[in-house]
Each structure stands twice: as structure tokens, then as C-alpha cells.
């Protein structure tokens, strides 16, 4: 071991015995360990931010070596309904008394009875990511990292049922919160069911929290935007329907360790047009074989402790050095020379990617696909491209076709470098960056009941967005006394920033002044339409509508909302999942009158 990695793994132990000792960061500023930053101080033996003479740093541990493409892409369970029905039965109104840790009665559970029901255990199992490492601790739903995914469809309400069995704290194997909130990312759904930062549940010590309990029934009615409101005649706008959804724990200040230990998965959204059998609506290739969701996220492990690594005094963010695709470093995939479908989503924490298709054998060719749907909503028709960038919680859905490639081996790469947490840097040569899938176009022939996307002329038509908004509101999104603020304050669960109006229209503008970082930013319930980015339409990938905003350096964009059907509080924050979890979030609240708050 060199003794540059002998300094790296000292200084991970060490920042883990004082988060062992029990030390809060107002204690490191006592002690003089924490910068006005933010930051550990520049310290041999402590700080990931420690610099050599030669300008390395020092603190991060590099995993052991794995080696790449020897186990096949893992791919997740389907939910299943339960059989026999839930006990204790759910109810319209929290029940307490049973065990929910729920605070707010369901708002659609009349108009929108659950047709079928589900129960997801959160819980600790330890799980293979690689023949060369040990099993990992990992926090999952029912145990599996990622978790099953769900396979929903439009005018089919359901309900969930999350049980928290996640081990005590103490338990916790170094990081986790046994706490939680499961988000349904991208749901346009009510409010108690949005799996709120706020909304936690778990063994509290305060007998009288209402917040104590075992479980958290949510219910996701799975309509159309409009559905109560602006298009009550055709039960919703067709144009608004969603397709890749994806779950993950949200609990306030812990998302990013949560997140982290395992707990995220999809939520699939289908309807009569992406309907997941190629020979209807849109013939899109069909689900489950052809149609494939990869969760993609980078993690560190621990040589010392051969277990998965996270900094808590990171609050740059966290970039690992071993990259996963449905729970497994590196996997290979075995393909028919077809199109699929292939939806990609990035759980983070902190790192940005740019994929591109790759054949080592002619790194000079460019070898382009075709972009269908950015975020959970499918674009206005499909666009050519030859790579896509997706920062964290993006989806981009693509078509690949692999007739093209019969009997070779092909890598989706990762081009984009970042060597921090805070943006990307530049793009890599090919073959120079990180192969972290590789395709064996080696499958048998079968038959390809799909339709060529460059025969598609329209998806779905955009909704209209020439309303005149009810008010325009400025959003800055900056650093400050260490922390990461939105308008100058921190995130507080107790009080929402702002009100919305029911059933109105707003256009929001997001600023980032800063050339040094670049913060995903997501809103929760309603999609947005990008009208612009620093004054210019966007490029087509972003035209369609969205949930999720990349906020490039020296940026500023606008943003065009319709909120409609349900009301409550939700929040707003950036989704780099250690700046959400360090203040760079508010709530806002939607009812009757709302405000004309224009900088809240």
C-alpha cells in the first residue's frame, strides 16, 4: 500500500471515530475543525480536502480492485399486490392507533379508491455488488438494492404500504438513519403521499410524536394532470401523462446516506399509448423484455473494512470510484440484434454523466441513438442524438438499436469527467473515460415488433404554456455560513417560504451566480416547461416537460408551472443529495389563496 493511500485511509478512520464519539458540527467549530465554509479545516489525518505539496488530496479512500464485465446486468423483481388484505386495514385518516406514522388523512382516497394494494418492507440485508468484494450492508426495499420495481398504469389507483424494519441506529454499520420518507419521484399525486423530507416516520423516543409508527400508507391515485380542474371532461390532459418514475427515501438531512446505503427503485407509468407491448400504441419496445430501466450510481469502498464508505464531512458531494448499473459494478448485458429501450436514471449522490456508445475497435466512429423521453415524460418525438448528459434524479429514456452492432461488444461510457463533487469538468476522448456497461450483441435473433423512431413524428403535443402567469418568482441558489441556501435560508420543516394558488399559473426563475458548482434542482408534483436558459430557447432534449432543472455555472432559467388538483405543502430543492441534505431545500404550499411573493 502506498503511503499516500496509508494517509487517505487514516484520514477516513479518523473522521469516523469522531462521528462514533458522538461530536456535532457545532463541536468541530468549536474546536476550530470546520471553516466559515463549511469545510474540516486542511488537516493531515482528517480533512478530504487535506492537499500534498503536489496538490493531491489526501482524504478519500480508493476501493480495492474489482474486475469489470463478469456478471451479468442484474434486473429487478416486478412488486406484486398482495393476495389477502392489509391488517391493519388502511384508512382515509391516519391511523395512529395501529401503528401509522402518517400525520394528514388522504386527499383522493374517496375519488380514487386504491384497486390494488401493496406492502414494501425497508430492511438491512448484505448483498453481493462484485465477485471481488465482500457482501455489502445495505439498506433496502424488501431488502434488495435496488428495490422491486412497480409496474402502474393510468385510472388504476394503488396504495403502499411502507413498513420500516431498518435496524436501530446504533446498528447502522457507520451512516443511515432508520427515520424515513419514501418519495415518489415525479408523482403528480396529493401531498401526504409525496413522501415529503418532513413526513418521516420510525421509532421515535417522544411516545406522543404522531409522527412514531411502523408503517406509512401512501396512495398514488395515478391520474392525469387536470383531472379535478382544468380538463375534468377528458379525465385528465393526455399530453401530461408520465412514464419513468422512480422511489426513494427523502428523510430531511439524511437523504443522501439513505439514498446511499440502497434505498431507491422504479416506479414504472404506463397508459394507452406507451402501453409496454410493441405491437400497440406507440410500439415502443416492449417491457419487460426489451424495455430495460438501469439505476445507475458510484460508490467507495472501504479497503479496511471491505464495506461500502460514505464522508460524512463531505459537503461538496460524493463521488465514488466504483460505478453500479442495478446493484452490480461493471455488469455485462447480453443483447438480440434489436432495438430496446433503455430508461436511465441517476441516483447520485453528487456525480454527473455523459454517456456515449463506444466500440473500442473503431473509437472514431460516432454511433448515435435516439432520445425519447427526458425526465418521466416522453419528448414531443424522438431526437437523434449521440450522447446524453443526466445529472442526479434525471431520467433520459433511449432507444438503442443494436442490429447494426450483431456479434460485437459495445460499452456505454461515461465521458464526462469530475474529480469533485461541486460540477463536471470537461469531456473525455473516447475510450479515455468510465466503461460502466458493456454490451455483448450476441443474443439470438428475435423478432422486433418495435417501430423505427425516426418514423415517429409526435408523442404526445405540448401543453400550452402562453398563460399569463399569476406571478413570476426568483429563486438563488448559493453558499453561505458553511451551508447551502436557497434566497439566502436554510431549509425549515416547520414553515413554507411561499403559497401557491390552486388551479393558477406561475413562472419561476432559477440563478445560480456561482462558476463553481451546478445543482440539479427538482420540484416537486408539477412539471415544468423550460422557457429559457439565459435568454435562449432551450436545445430539444429539454423542450419536452420536466421535474428536474440542471442549473449550470453563471445560470439562469425560466421555468413555466400549472398547479392543479391537489393542495399541500411540498418542497423544492437541489438534488445533489449532500446539498439537499445540508439546507439547499424549502417547502412551499399550495391552497386556496397563495401569494404574490416574488423572492421568498
Request: aromatic share 12%; with cysteine; proline share 8%.
Given at each position: 500500500m502506498?503511503?499516500?493511500?496509508k494517509?487517505?485511509?487514516?484520514a477516513?478512520?479518523?473522521?469516523?471515530?469522531?462521528?462514533?464519539a458522538?461530536f456535532?458540527?457545532?463541536d468541530?467549530v468549536?474546536?476550530?475543525?470546520v471553516?466559515?465554509?463549511?469545510?474540516?479545516v486542511p488537516m493531515?489525518g482528517?480533512?478530504?480536502r487535506?492537499l500534498?505539496?503536489d496538490g493531491?488530496e489526501d482524504?478519500?479512500p480508493?476501493?480495492?480492485?474489482?474486475?469489470p464485465f463478469v456478471?451479468?446486468l442484474?434486473m429487478?423483481?416486478?412488486?406484486?399486490p398482495v393476495?389477502?388484505?392489509l391488517?391493519?386495514a388502511?384508512t382515509q385518516a391516519?391511523?395512529h392507533t395501529g401503528?401509522e406514522g402518517?400525520?394528514?388523512s388522504h386527499q383522493a382516497f374517496?375519488?380514487?379508491p386504491p384497486q390494488?394494494y401493496?406492502?414494501?418492507?425497508?430492511?438491512?440485508?448484505?448483498?453481493?455488488?462484485?465477485?471481488?468484494?465482500?457482501?455489502?450492508r445495505?439498506w433496502?426495499f424488501d431488502?434488495?438494492?435496488?428495490?422491486p420495481?412497480?409496474v402502474a398504469r393510468?385510472?388504476?389507483?394503488?396504495?403502499v404500504?411502507?413498513?420500516?424494519k431498518?435496524?436501530?441506529?446504533?446498528l447502522n454499520g457507520g451512516?443511515g438513519?432508520?427515520s424515513?420518507?419514501?418519495?415518489?419521484?415525479?408523482n403528480?399525486g396529493?401531498?401526504?403521499?409525496?413522501g415529503n423530507?418532513?413526513?418521516f416516520f420510525g421509532?421515535f423516543?417522544?411516545l406522543?410524536?404522531?409522527r412514531r409508527?411502523?408503517f406509512?400508507?401512501?396512495h398514488?391515485p395515478?391520474v392525469?394532470?387536470?383531472?379535478?380542474?382544468t380538463h375534468?371532461a377528458?379525465?385528465?390532459?393526455?399530453?401530461?401523462?408520465?412514464?419513468?418514475?422512480?422511489?426513494?427515501d427523502?428523510?430531511?438531512?439524511f437523504?443522501?446516506?439513505?439514498v446511499?446505503?440502497g434505498l431507491?427503485g422504479?416506479y414504472?407509468?404506463?397508459?394507452q399509448?406507451?402501453?409496454?407491448?410493441e405491437l400497440?400504441g406507440?410500439?415502443l419496445?416492449?417491457?419487460?423484455n426489451f424495455d430495460?430501466p438501469l439505476?445507475?450510481?458510484d460508490?467507495?469502498i472501504?479497503p479496511?473494512s471491505?464495506?461500502i464508505?460514505?464522508?460524512?464531512?463531505?459537503?461538496?458531494?460524493?463521488?465514488?470510484?466504483?460505478f453500479?448499473?442495478?446493484?452490480?459494478?461493471q455488469?455485462?448485458?447480453?443483447?438480440s440484434p434489436?432495438r430496446?429501450r433503455?430508461?436511465?436514471?441517476?441516483?447520485?449522490?453528487?456525480?454527473?454523466?455523459?454517456?456515449?456508445l463506444?466500440d473500442p475497435?473503431?473509437?472514431?466512429a460516432?454511433?448515435?441513438f435516439?432520445?425519447i423521453?427526458?425526465?418521466?415524460n416522453l419528448?414531443p418525438?424522438?431526437?437523434?442524438?449521440?450522447?446524453?448528459r443526466i445529472s442526479?434524479?434525471e431520467r433520459?429514456?433511449i432507444?438503442?438499436?443494436?442490429s447494426?452492432?450483431?456479434?460485437?461488444?459495445?460499452y456505454?461510457?461515461n465521458r464526462?469527467e469530475q474529480?469533485d463533487?461541486?460540477?463536471p469538468?470537461?469531456?473525455?476522448p473516447a475510450g479515455?473515460?468510465?466503461?460502466v456497461l458493456?454490451?455483448?450483441?450476441t443474443g439470438?435473433?428475435?423478432?422486433?415488433?418495435?417501430?423505427?423512431?425516426a418514423?415517429i413524428t409526435?408523442?404526445?403535443?405540448?401543453p400550452d404554456?402562453?398563460?399569463q402567469?399569476?406571478v413570476?418568482?426568483?429563486?438563488?441558489?448559493e453558499?453561505?455560513n458553511?451551508?447551502?441556501?436557497?434566497?439566502?435560508?436554510?431549509?425549515?420543516?416547520?414553515s413554507?417560504?411561499?403559497?401557491?394558488?390552486?388551479n393558477?399559473?406561475?413562472?419561476w426563475?432559477l440563478?445560480n451566480?456561482s462558476?463553481?458548482w451546478q445543482?440539479?434542482?427538482?420540484?416537486h408534483?408539477?412539471e415544468?416547461?423550460?422557457?429559457?436558459?439565459?435568454?435562449?430557447?432551450?436545445?430539444?432534449?429539454e423542450?419536452g416537460?420536466?421535474d428536474v432543472a440542471?442549473?449550470q455555472?453563471?445560470?439562469q432559467?425560466?421555468?413555466?408551472?400549472?398547479?392543479?388538483d391537489?393542495?399541500g405543502r411540498?418542497p423544492?430543492?437541489?438534488h445533489?443529495?449532500?446539498?439537499?441534505?445540508h439546507?439547499?431545500?424549502?417547502?412551499?404550499e399550495?391552497d386556496?389563496?397563495?401569494?404574490?411573493?416574488t423572492r421568498?
Amino acid at each position: 500500500m502506498s503511503a499516500r493511500e496509508k494517509e487517505r485511509q487514516n484520514a477516513a478512520r479518523n473522521r469516523r471515530e469522531l462521528i462514533a464519539a458522538g461530536f456535532s458540527r457545532r463541536d468541530f467549530v468549536k474546536m476550530g475543525l470546520v471553516t466559515r465554509a463549511g469545510w474540516l479545516v486542511p488537516m493531515r489525518g482528517l480533512s478530504a480536502r487535506s492537499l500534498r505539496s503536489d496538490g493531491e488530496e489526501d482524504g478519500q479512500p480508493t476501493s480495492p480492485p474489482t474486475t469489470p464485465f463478469v456478471e451479468e446486468l442484474s434486473m429487478m423483481p416486478i412488486k406484486q399486490p398482495v393476495t389477502s388484505p392489509l391488517t391493519p386495514a388502511p384508512t382515509q385518516a391516519p391511523n395512529h392507533t395501529g401503528g401509522e406514522g402518517r400525520t394528514r388523512s388522504h386527499q383522493a382516497f374517496l375519488t380514487s379508491p386504491p384497486q390494488k394494494y401493496y406492502m414494501v418492507e425497508q430492511k438491512e440485508a448484505f448483498v453481493s455488488i462484485s465477485p471481488n468484494l465482500d457482501l455489502q450492508r445495505i439498506w433496502g426495499f424488501d431488502g434488495i438494492s435496488p428495490g422491486p420495481t412497480y409496474v402502474a398504469r393510468y385510472g388504476e389507483p394503488v396504495l403502499v404500504r411502507n413498513v420500516n424494519k431498518l435496524p436501530p441506529k446504533e446498528l447502522n454499520g457507520g451512516f443511515g438513519l432508520p427515520s424515513v420518507s419514501t418519495h415518489l419521484h415525479n408523482n403528480h399525486g396529493p401531498s401526504e403521499s409525496d413522501g415529503n423530507p418532513c413526513d418521516f416516520f420510525g421509532p421515535f423516543e417522544k411516545l406522543d410524536d404522531p409522527r412514531r409508527g411502523d408503517f406509512y400508507d401512501q396512495h398514488y391515485p395515478n391520474v392525469l394532470a387536470g383531472i379535478y380542474s382544468t380538463h375534468q371532461a377528458t379525465q385528465g390532459d393526455i399530453n401530461e401523462s408520465l412514464s419513468t418514475l422512480w422511489y426513494h427515501d427523502h428523510r430531511v438531512d439524511f437523504t443522501s446516506q439513505n439514498v446511499y446505503k440502497g434505498l431507491a427503485g422504479f416506479y414504472l407509468l404506463f397508459n394507452q399509448f406507451d402501453t409496454g407491448d410493441e405491437l400497440t400504441g406507440f410500439h415502443l419496445p416492449s417491457f419487460p423484455n426489451f424495455d430495460i430501466p438501469l439505476l445507475f450510481a458510484d460508490k467507495v469502498i472501504d479497503p479496511t473494512s471491505g464495506q461500502i464508505f460514505f464522508d460524512l464531512f463531505n459537503l461538496d458531494g460524493i463521488l465514488g470510484d466504483k460505478f453500479l448499473v442495478n446493484g452490480k459494478i461493471q455488469p455485462r448485458f447480453t443483447v438480440s440484434p434489436r432495438r430496446y429501450r433503455f430508461r436511465l436514471l441517476d441516483t447520485g449522490p453528487s456525480r454527473f454523466y455523459q454517456f456515449h456508445l463506444t466500440d473500442p475497435a473503431n473509437l472514431s466512429a460516432v454511433n448515435s441513438f435516439w432520445q425519447i423521453a427526458n425526465d418521466g415524460n416522453l419528448l414531443p418525438k424522438p431526437v437523434s442524438v449521440s450522447n446524453v448528459r443526466i445529472s442526479v434524479a434525471e431520467r433520459m429514456d433511449i432507444i438503442i438499436d443494436f442490429s447494426k452492432f450483431a456479434g460485437k461488444s459495445i460499452y456505454l461510457e461515461n465521458r464526462l469527467e469530475q474529480t469533485d463533487g461541486r460540477k463536471p469538468n470537461g469531456v473525455l476522448p473516447a475510450g479515455q473515460g468510465n466503461f460502466v456497461l458493456r454490451f455483448d450483441v450476441t443474443g439470438p435473433a428475435v423478432p422486433d415488433n418495435s417501430v423505427d423512431p425516426a418514423l415517429i413524428t409526435k408523442f404526445y403535443d405540448l401543453p400550452d404554456n402562453t398563460a399569463q402567469p399569476r406571478v413570476t418568482r426568483t429563486f438563488r441558489f448559493e453558499r453561505g455560513n458553511g451551508m447551502w441556501q436557497i434566497n439566502g435560508q436554510f431549509m425549515d420543516c416547520t414553515s413554507a417560504r411561499f403559497r401557491v394558488k390552486q388551479n393558477t399559473v406561475e413562472k419561476w426563475i432559477l440563478q445560480n451566480n456561482s462558476g463553481g458548482w451546478q445543482h440539479p434542482i427538482h420540484i416537486h408534483f408539477e412539471e415544468f416547461q423550460m422557457l429559457k436558459r439565459n435568454g435562449v430557447a432551450p436545445p430539444p432534449v429539454e423542450r419536452g416537460r420536466k421535474d428536474v432543472a440542471r442549473l449550470q455555472f453563471d445560470e439562469q432559467i425560466e421555468l413555466f408551472f400549472r398547479f392543479r388538483d391537489f393542495v399541500g405543502r411540498y418542497p423544492m430543492h437541489c438534488h445533489n443529495l449532500v446539498h439537499e441534505d445540508h439546507a439547499m431545500m424549502l417547502l412551499w404550499e399550495i391552497d386556496d389563496t397563495g401569494d404574490l411573493n416574488t423572492r421568498p
